[in-house]
C-alpha cells in the first residue's frame, strides 16, 4: 500500500479537500485503484450534531455514517463508496483507546498519547487503507490521507506525531507527503510572498514531517523567480512546486496537476516510475470545458435557512450542477432565506420582504432542502404553495418533502392547523410525526434513520419511477428523524397527492408527487449523496429538465433500455433519432447519450 498525505498550512479553507480528491483523480486517471481517509481533528465522534454554520453540511455515507463534507468530494471526484471510518476523528480515536482500557487490554500500562493513541492512529489509517471503496475485490493501491485543519493547531498534534512515525513505519518509497500552503499576492506591491509558505513548512519540518511536494494556492500560476525561492527555503525539488491558482470551475483542478506534472513527481517519491504513463482524462476535460462554454441560464431558487452559508448545501449545489451540465445548461441559484419569505418579515423588513419574493418569482424552478428546527419553516411552506399553485417545477428534499405535505394538508384540505410534531407536539392534525424506532429525542447523535434504505415504487407511470429509469426500486440515502404520518395518507391522496414511494413496510413514505402538475417531487432521501459528475441524480436532472421546459426529453428517454435498435427523442422541442445510443439526424451523429437507471443522460 502507498499512501499520499496531504495537510495544510497557513489558513484554513484553501481547499485541501479538493486538493486530495483531485490528486486522487490523477493517479486514478494512470490505472491506479484509490481510496481516502479524512483525518478531523475535533473531539467530536463524528460530524452528526454540528451545525452547518460551524463546520457545512453533514454528509451521510452508505453505511449511515454522518461525515465531514470533504468525504463528498471525494465520492463524487472518484466515484466511489466510502465507510464511516474512513473519516479519523479525535472523538473516535480516544474513545476507541478508553474502551480498550476499560477492557484492560493494555495490561495495566499507564496509557498515555504517546504511544497509546498515536498508535490507534496508526493501526486505523493501515485497517481502513485496505477496505476496498470501487467495488472491487482486494485493497487499493493508493491511499490519499487528508489532515484537517492547519499545521501548527494544538487539537492536531497526536495525529502530527502518529504519521510522522506512520512515514517511518511504511518505509521509504511508500511514503509521500504534499503541502498545501498560501502564496498571497498584497495588493499593495502585486508580489507572490513567499514568507507564509517558508514559515508553514518550516513548523512542519520542525514536528518531524518534511514535505516531499508543495501545492501552493494563488490567484494566479507562481512566477519562475518564487519557485526557485521557495525550493531554496523549503528544501523542495523545484520541480515538486506545483501552482493551483483560481480556476472558474473546480473540475480544472486535476487537469492544472497534470499539466504541471504532478503524477510524475508522486511516482518518484513512491517508487512507481512503472505506472507513469500519461493520465486519462479526457471525459474529465470534456466536462470542464463545457461547463465553461454552457450559457443559456435556468434558475433555480435555493430557499432555505442557511442561506448566507453555501458549504450548508454543497451535495445540493453539486447535484444541481451536475444535471444543468449533463443538459447544457448554465446554472444559476438563487439563494432565497427562508425567513425573508414570511409575514413577519414583511412587517419588520419589507425591503428583504420584497427582495426575496422576487428572487422566487423570478426562478424557473423552486428546490427546498433538508433541515432542522421550525426557523424558516412558514417560508418554506409558502415557497411551497406558490410553486403548486403556479405550476413552477419543485424540488422538495427531506424536510422540503414535509412541508410540502404540510401546505397541501393546509391549502388543499382546509386542515390550517396542519403541521409537524416536530414543530409543533400537540398538532391536531399531525401530517409529519417522530418516527417510532428512534430511541431518543435528547440525544442527537446518531438517533435518525441514516444510511442507505431501499424505496419501492408504488405506481410504474409517474415521474420518479421514469427518471430512475423504471426500476421497481432504488437504493437512496436517508437522514431524518420524522416521517409523514400514515394516517394521513388515504386523505391525502383521495385529495390528488400520489405517494409513488415507499419503504418495504409500505408505512414509511418515501416520494410524493402532483400527477397534475408539470413537476412536483418530494422525497425522504437525499438523493444528492449519491449524484456525481458523470452521474447526475436523476431527480436533480428531472427538476434542471422540468425547469427549462424539456422534462419530456428525459422521460422519454428513460424507455430507451427498452428499444431494440431505432427510435426518436425529443431533443430541445424537436424530434431527433437515436440509434445504438447516439442520437442522429439527417446531418449525421448529433449527441451521445446513455441510461445506468438515473434517467437520460446526453
Not at 22 to 38: D, E, H, P, Q
Not at 285 to 294: I, P
Request: charged share 20%.
Amino acid at each position: 500500500m502507498k499512501y499520499v498525505l496531504v495537510t495544510g498550512g497557513v489558513v484554513s479553507g484553501l481547499g485541501k479537500g479538493v486538493t486530495a480528491s483531485s490528486i486522487g483523480v490523477l493517479l486514478k486517471a494512470c490505472g491506479l485503484r484509490v481510496t481516502s481517509i479524512k483525518i478531523d481533528p475535533y473531539l467530536n465522534t463524528d460530524a452528526g450534531t454540528m451545525s452547518p454554520f460551524e463546520h457545512g453540511e453533514v454528509f451521510v455515507l452508505d453505511d449511515g455514517g454522518e461525515v465531514d463534507l470533504d468525504l463528498g468530494n471525494y465520492e463524487r471526484f472518484l466515484d466511489i463508496k466510502l465507510t464511516r471510518d474512513n473519516n479519523i476523528t479525535t472523538g473516535k480515536v480516544y474513545q476507541s483507546v478508553i474502551e480498550k482500557e476499560r477492557r484492560g487490554d493494555y495490561l495495566g500500562k499507564t496509557v498515555q498519547v504517546v504511544p497509546h493513541v498515536t498508535d490507534a492512529i496508526q493501526e486505523w489509517i493501515e485497517r481502513v487503507a485496505m477496505i476496498p471503496v470501487d467495488g472491487k475485490d482486494g485493497p487499493a493501491d493508493v491511499c490519499v490521507i487528508e489532515l484537517g485543519g492547519t499545521i501548527g493547531d494544538i487539537e492536531s498534534m497526536p495525529f502530527i506525531e502518529a504519521l510522522g512515525q506512520f512515514s517511518y513505519r511504511v518505509g521509504a518509497g511508500n511514503f509521500c507527503l504534499i503541502h498545501v500552503s498560501l502564496v498571497p499576492v498584497l495588493n499593495v506591491v502585486g508580489e507572490q510572498k513567499t514568507k507564509p509558505t517558508q514559515h508553514s513548512v518550516r513548523g512542519l519540518r520542525g514536528l518531524g514531517l518534511t514535505p516531499n511536494i508543495l501545492a501552493c494556492r494563488s490567484t494566479t500560476a507562481l512566477e519562475e523567480n518564487v519557485k526557485v525561492k521557495l525550493s531554496q527555503f523549503c528544501h523542495v525539488l523545484a520541480e515538486n512546486i506545483v501552482t493551483l491558482y483560481d480556476v472558474s470551475n473546480i473540475w480544472h483542478i486535476p487537469l492544472l496537476l497534470r499539466d504541471q506534472r504532478a503524477h510524475e513527481a508522486i511516482f518518484k517519491v513512491l517508487n512507481l516510475q512503472s505506472v507513469n504513463k500519461e493520465p486519462a482524462l479526457k471525459e474529465w476535460t470534456s466536462r470542464a470545458e463545457l461547463c465553461d462554454k454552457l450559457h443559456k441560464p435556468v434558475r433555480i431558487a435555493m430557499v432555505g435557512k442557511y442561506t448566507g452559508h453555501s458549504d450548508s448545501y454543497l451535495s445540493v449545489l453539486k447535484a444541481l450542477l451536475h444535471a444543468s451540465v449533463a443538459w447544457r445548461k448554465k446554472l444559476v441559484v438563487e439563494w432565497v432565506p427562508a425567513c425573508d419569505l414570511e409575514d413577519t418579515t414583511a412587517q419588520e423588513n419589507p425591503e428583504a420582504y420584497k427582495a426575496a419574493w422576487k428572487l422566487l418569482k423570478g426562478a424557473d424552478g423552486v428546490l427546498v432542502p433538508g433541515g432542522f428546527g421550525d426557523r424558516g419553516v412558514q417560508g418554506k411552506i409558502v415557497a411551497a404553495k406558490y410553486a403548486r399553485e403556479n405550476r413552477v417545477p419543485y424540488l422538495g428534499i427531506c424536510l422540503g418533502m414535509q412541508i410540502a405535505v404540510i401546505e397541501f394538508a393546509r391549502s388543499v384540505l382546509g386542515l390550517q392547523d396542519a403541521n409537524s410534531t416536530e414543530f409543533d407536539p400537540n398538532a391536531k392534525n399531525p401530517c409529519v410525526i417522530f418516527m417510532p424506532e428512534v430511541g431518543s429525542k435528547t440525544h442527537m447523535g446518531g438517533t435518525m434513520r441514516l444510511g442507505s434504505r431501499r424505496t419501492y415504487f408504488q405506481v410504474s407511470d409517474c415521474v420518479s419511477a421514469k427518471l430512475y429509469g423504471n426500476r421497481s426500486y432504488i437504493d437512496e440515502r436517508h437522514r431524518h428523524r420524522y416521517e409523514v404520518n400514515p394516517e394521513m395518507v388515504t386523505r391525502l391522496e383521495r385529495a390528488g397527492l400520489s405517494f409513488t414511494g415507499k419503504d418495504e413496510t409500505g408505512q414509511r413514505m418515501e416520494i410524493i408527487e402532483l400527477p397534475s402538475h408539470p413537476y412536483f417531487v418530494g422525497v425522504q432521501f437525499h438523493p444528492e449523496f449519491k449524484s456525481r459528475p458523470g452521474e447526475p441524480s436523476a431527480l436533480f436532472l428531472g427538476l434542471i429538465a422540468a425547469a427549462s421546459g424539456e422534462l419530456d426529453a428525459v422521460l422519454q428517454g428513460s424507455n430507451t433500455r427498452k428499444v431494440s435498435r431505432t427510435n426518436h427523442i425529443n431533443v430541445n422541442g424537436s424530434i431527433k433519432y437515436y440509434q445504438n445510443g447516439t442520437i442522429l439526424d439527417g446531418n449525421g451523429v448529433l449527441n451521445r447519450f446513455y441510461t445506468n437507471g438515473n434517467g437520460l443522460h446526453l
